[in-house]
Protein backbone atom coordinates (compact mmCIF):
# COMPACT_ATOMS: atom_id res chain seq x y z
CA UNK A 1 0.00 0.00 0.00
CA UNK A 2 2.79 2.26 0.85
CA UNK A 3 4.61 1.20 -2.13
CA UNK A 4 1.76 2.38 -4.39
CA UNK A 5 1.16 5.75 -2.82
CA UNK A 6 4.98 6.62 -3.28
CA UNK A 7 4.85 5.28 -6.70
CA UNK A 8 1.90 7.02 -7.96
CA UNK A 9 3.43 10.93 -5.89
CA UNK A 10 6.25 10.46 -7.53
CA UNK A 11 4.70 9.38 -10.96
CA UNK A 12 2.42 12.77 -10.50
CA UNK A 13 5.26 14.86 -9.51
CA UNK A 14 7.21 14.11 -13.11
CA UNK A 15 4.26 13.69 -15.28
CA UNK A 16 1.87 16.09 -14.08
CA UNK A 17 -1.20 14.14 -14.64
CA UNK A 18 -4.14 14.96 -12.12
CA UNK A 19 -7.89 14.28 -11.12
CA UNK A 20 -9.71 16.62 -9.87
CA UNK A 21 -13.81 16.21 -9.03
CA UNK A 22 -16.54 18.28 -10.45
CA UNK A 23 -17.79 19.61 -8.47
CA UNK A 24 -15.67 19.71 -5.63
CA UNK A 25 -17.34 18.74 -2.76
CA UNK A 26 -19.81 15.93 -4.66
CA UNK A 27 -23.14 15.22 -3.24
CA UNK A 28 -24.63 11.92 -2.80
CA UNK A 29 -27.52 11.33 -5.14
CA UNK A 30 -25.96 13.94 -7.30
CA UNK A 31 -23.31 13.36 -10.22
CA UNK A 32 -19.58 13.68 -10.43
CA UNK A 33 -16.94 13.75 -12.73
CA UNK A 34 -13.53 12.81 -11.59
CA UNK A 35 -11.62 14.42 -14.32
CA UNK A 36 -8.19 14.25 -15.52
CA UNK A 37 -6.01 16.40 -16.76
CA UNK A 38 -2.07 16.72 -17.59
CA UNK A 39 -1.86 13.93 -20.09
CA UNK A 40 0.62 14.38 -22.73
CA UNK A 41 -0.13 13.49 -25.87
CA UNK A 42 -2.62 11.12 -27.36
CA UNK A 43 -4.65 8.98 -25.32
CA UNK A 44 -4.62 5.08 -26.28
CA UNK A 45 -6.04 3.77 -23.68
CA UNK A 46 -6.83 4.40 -20.01
CA UNK A 47 -8.44 2.18 -16.85
CA UNK A 48 -10.20 2.66 -13.45
CA UNK A 49 -9.46 1.22 -10.23
CA UNK A 50 -11.58 0.95 -7.51
CA UNK A 51 -8.08 0.84 -5.21
CA UNK A 52 -4.99 2.29 -4.70
CA UNK A 53 -2.96 0.41 -7.23
CA UNK A 54 -3.58 -1.49 -10.57
CA UNK A 55 -5.13 -4.61 -9.48
CA UNK A 56 -7.16 -6.42 -11.87
CA UNK A 57 -9.61 -7.72 -9.39
CA UNK A 58 -10.19 -3.87 -8.74
CA UNK A 59 -10.83 -2.59 -11.94
CA UNK A 60 -13.99 -0.64 -13.05
CA UNK A 61 -13.26 -0.19 -16.89
CA UNK A 62 -10.93 -0.08 -19.22
CA UNK A 63 -11.42 1.93 -22.59
CA UNK A 64 -9.46 1.14 -25.77
CA UNK A 65 -8.85 3.79 -28.10
CA UNK A 66 -7.59 2.59 -31.14
CA UNK A 67 -8.36 1.86 -33.40
CA UNK A 68 -11.96 2.34 -32.31
CA UNK A 69 -13.07 3.47 -28.67
CA UNK A 70 -13.84 0.26 -26.98
CA UNK A 71 -15.13 -0.19 -23.41
CA UNK A 72 -14.44 -3.32 -21.29
CA UNK A 73 -16.55 -3.26 -17.74
CA UNK A 74 -14.33 -4.79 -15.05
CA UNK A 75 -14.80 -6.99 -11.80
CA UNK A 76 -16.21 -3.71 -9.90
CA UNK A 77 -17.81 -2.42 -13.13
CA UNK A 78 -21.62 -0.64 -12.04
CA UNK A 79 -23.89 0.77 -14.51
CA UNK A 80 -23.66 4.22 -13.11
CA UNK A 81 -20.28 4.36 -13.77
CA UNK A 82 -19.48 6.32 -17.75
CA UNK A 83 -15.98 6.66 -19.36
CA UNK A 84 -15.21 9.86 -21.22
CA UNK A 85 -12.84 9.70 -23.86
CA UNK A 86 -9.96 11.79 -22.10
CA UNK A 87 -9.43 9.59 -19.72
CA UNK A 88 -12.39 11.14 -17.03
CA UNK A 89 -14.81 8.81 -14.77
CA UNK A 90 -18.60 10.05 -14.56
CA UNK A 91 -20.62 8.44 -11.71
CA UNK A 92 -24.13 9.56 -11.51
CA UNK A 93 -26.56 9.61 -8.45
CA UNK A 94 -23.70 9.07 -6.13
CA UNK A 95 -24.35 6.65 -3.01
CA UNK A 96 -22.43 6.25 -0.18
CA UNK A 97 -20.88 3.10 -1.16
CA UNK A 98 -19.11 4.90 -4.09
CA UNK A 99 -16.79 6.42 -1.38
CA UNK A 100 -13.26 5.45 -1.34
CA UNK A 101 -10.04 5.27 -3.25
CA UNK A 102 -9.67 5.52 -6.89
CA UNK A 103 -7.10 4.89 -9.88
CA UNK A 104 -6.59 5.91 -12.93
CA UNK A 105 -3.95 4.21 -15.54
CA UNK A 106 -3.64 6.00 -18.69
CA UNK A 107 -1.30 5.26 -21.52
CA UNK A 108 -0.69 7.88 -23.73
CA UNK A 109 2.84 9.56 -24.67
CA UNK A 110 3.98 7.24 -21.66
CA UNK A 111 1.85 5.31 -19.05
CA UNK A 112 1.15 6.97 -16.25
CA UNK A 113 -0.97 7.02 -12.84
CA UNK A 114 -3.00 8.83 -9.91
CA UNK A 115 -5.09 8.50 -7.19
CA UNK A 116 -7.97 10.31 -5.85
CA UNK A 117 -9.77 9.47 -2.63
CA UNK A 118 -13.82 10.13 -3.35
CA UNK A 119 -15.84 11.90 -0.60
CA UNK A 120 -19.66 11.70 -0.68
CA UNK A 121 -21.27 14.61 1.35
CA UNK A 122 -24.83 14.39 2.55
CA UNK A 123 -27.12 17.42 2.97
CA UNK A 124 -27.90 18.28 6.52
CA UNK A 125 -31.34 17.65 7.38
CA UNK A 126 -33.05 20.14 9.99
CA UNK A 127 -31.30 20.02 13.12
CA UNK A 128 -33.55 20.09 16.56
CA UNK A 129 -33.05 21.12 19.99
CA UNK A 130 -33.77 19.45 23.22
CA UNK A 131 -33.81 20.29 26.72
CA UNK A 132 -32.43 18.94 29.96
CA UNK A 133 -34.98 19.67 31.73
CA UNK A 134 -38.64 20.65 30.41
CA UNK A 135 -39.39 22.87 33.38
CA UNK A 136 -36.07 24.72 34.49
CA UNK A 137 -36.17 26.47 37.62
CA UNK A 138 -34.09 29.52 38.88
CA UNK A 139 -30.71 29.35 39.81
CA UNK A 140 -30.80 25.77 38.10
CA UNK A 141 -28.72 24.00 35.16
CA UNK A 142 -30.18 23.56 32.38
CA UNK A 143 -28.51 21.68 28.75
CA UNK A 144 -30.09 22.80 24.96
CA UNK A 145 -28.67 20.29 22.52
CA UNK A 146 -28.98 20.40 18.86
CA UNK A 147 -29.26 16.75 17.22
CA UNK A 148 -28.21 16.28 13.39
CA UNK A 149 -26.10 13.71 11.55
CA UNK A 150 -24.41 14.96 8.73
CA UNK A 151 -23.24 18.41 10.28
CA UNK A 152 -20.00 18.97 10.37
CA UNK A 153 -20.03 22.42 12.64
CA UNK A 154 -22.87 23.37 14.88
CA UNK A 155 -23.54 27.27 15.90
CA UNK A 156 -25.81 28.97 18.68
CA UNK A 157 -27.59 31.92 18.36
CA UNK A 158 -30.30 33.88 20.85
CA UNK A 159 -33.16 35.14 19.07
CA UNK A 160 -32.96 39.12 18.99
CA UNK A 161 -30.23 39.45 21.38
CA UNK A 162 -26.79 38.02 22.20
CA UNK A 163 -26.03 35.08 24.14
CA UNK A 164 -25.58 34.72 27.46
CA UNK A 165 -22.23 35.39 28.87
CA UNK A 166 -20.69 32.26 31.27
CA UNK A 167 -22.90 29.71 29.15
CA UNK A 168 -20.57 26.25 28.45
CA UNK A 169 -20.06 24.60 24.70
CA UNK A 170 -19.25 21.39 24.33
CA UNK A 171 -15.90 20.69 22.80
CA UNK A 172 -18.03 19.80 19.31
CA UNK A 173 -20.48 22.32 20.27
CA UNK A 174 -23.57 20.35 19.82
CA UNK A 175 -24.65 21.00 23.49
CA UNK A 176 -24.58 24.23 25.21
CA UNK A 177 -24.92 24.33 29.07
CA UNK A 178 -26.75 27.19 31.48
CA UNK A 179 -24.72 26.59 34.98
CA UNK A 180 -27.16 28.89 36.41
CA UNK A 181 -30.19 30.02 35.09
CA UNK A 182 -31.15 33.88 35.63
CA UNK A 183 -34.09 35.71 34.15
CA UNK A 184 -31.97 37.13 31.55
CA UNK A 185 -31.04 33.75 30.17
CA UNK A 186 -35.13 33.44 29.13
CA UNK A 187 -35.62 33.61 25.45
CA UNK A 188 -35.29 31.65 21.86
CA UNK A 189 -32.67 30.01 21.15
CA UNK A 190 -31.58 28.46 17.75
CA UNK A 191 -28.88 26.07 15.96
CA UNK A 192 -27.46 26.07 12.70
CA UNK A 193 -25.99 22.52 11.46
CA UNK A 194 -23.68 22.66 8.33
CA UNK A 195 -21.19 21.32 6.26
CA UNK A 196 -19.69 22.07 3.07
CA UNK A 197 -22.59 21.36 0.78
CA UNK A 198 -25.38 22.66 2.87
CA UNK A 199 -26.89 25.00 5.71
CA UNK A 200 -29.75 24.58 7.64
CA UNK A 201 -31.33 26.72 11.23
CA UNK A 202 -33.47 24.90 13.67
CA UNK A 203 -37.19 26.03 15.21
CA UNK A 204 -36.65 27.91 17.90
CA UNK A 205 -36.57 26.56 21.59
CA UNK A 206 -38.32 29.12 24.25
CA UNK A 207 -36.26 29.21 27.51
CA UNK A 208 -38.15 29.79 30.12
CA UNK A 209 -38.21 29.83 34.01
CA UNK A 210 -40.49 28.42 36.46
CA UNK A 211 -41.81 28.55 39.75
CA UNK A 212 -43.15 25.50 42.02
CA UNK A 213 -44.85 27.33 45.22
CA UNK A 214 -46.49 24.82 47.16
CA UNK A 215 -50.62 24.86 47.44
CA UNK A 216 -52.38 26.13 50.26
CA UNK A 217 -53.43 23.15 52.81
CA UNK A 218 -57.29 21.88 51.12
CA UNK A 219 -59.74 22.74 53.66
CA UNK A 220 -61.80 19.30 55.36
CA UNK A 221 -65.28 19.78 53.46
CA UNK A 222 -66.46 16.13 54.76
CA UNK A 223 -65.61 17.26 58.52
CA UNK A 224 -67.73 20.89 57.79
CA UNK A 225 -70.08 19.18 56.21
CA UNK A 226 -70.25 16.47 59.18
CA UNK A 227 -70.58 19.44 61.55
CA UNK A 228 -73.67 21.01 60.22
CA UNK A 229 -75.03 17.73 60.26
CA UNK A 230 -74.32 17.11 63.73
CA UNK A 231 -75.08 21.01 64.70
CA UNK A 232 -78.57 20.36 63.24
CA UNK A 233 -79.56 17.51 65.36
CA UNK A 234 -78.74 18.71 68.55
CA UNK A 235 -80.57 22.12 67.13
CA UNK A 236 -83.62 19.35 67.16
CA UNK A 237 -83.22 17.42 70.00
CA UNK A 238 -82.74 20.29 72.17
CA UNK A 239 -85.41 22.39 70.95
CA UNK A 240 -87.81 19.14 71.45
CA UNK A 241 -86.91 18.85 75.15
CA UNK A 242 -87.10 22.09 75.88
CA UNK A 243 -90.91 22.04 74.20
CA UNK A 244 -91.71 18.81 75.80
CA UNK A 245 -90.41 20.44 79.05
CA UNK A 246 -92.46 23.79 78.83
CA UNK A 247 -95.43 21.54 78.13
CA UNK A 248 -95.12 19.91 81.10
CA UNK A 249 -94.92 22.62 83.26
CA UNK A 250 -97.52 24.02 81.58
CA UNK A 251 -100.40 21.04 81.73
CA UNK A 252 -102.58 21.53 85.03
Not at 20 to 35: A, F, H, M, R
Not at 73 to 86: D, E, I, K, V
Not at 158 to 179: C, D, E, K, M, Y
Request: with cysteine; proline share 5%; aromatic share 10%.
Amino acid sequence: YSLSVLLCIWIHLTCGINIESIPLYPVYNKQVTLNVTGITGSIRSFSWYKDLSVNSSMAILTYSLNPTPTHTPGPQYFSRAQGLLNGSLVISTLSTSDQGNYMVQVEASSKVFDTFFLHVYMMVSKPTISASIAKPEEGGTLTLSCSESYQEKILWSRVGGNLPSGIIFTSTNTSVTFSRLKPSDTGQYQCVAENRVSRITSDSYTVNLYCFCQDPPAQNNGGIIAGIICGTIAGIVLTGCATFLLYKRLKP
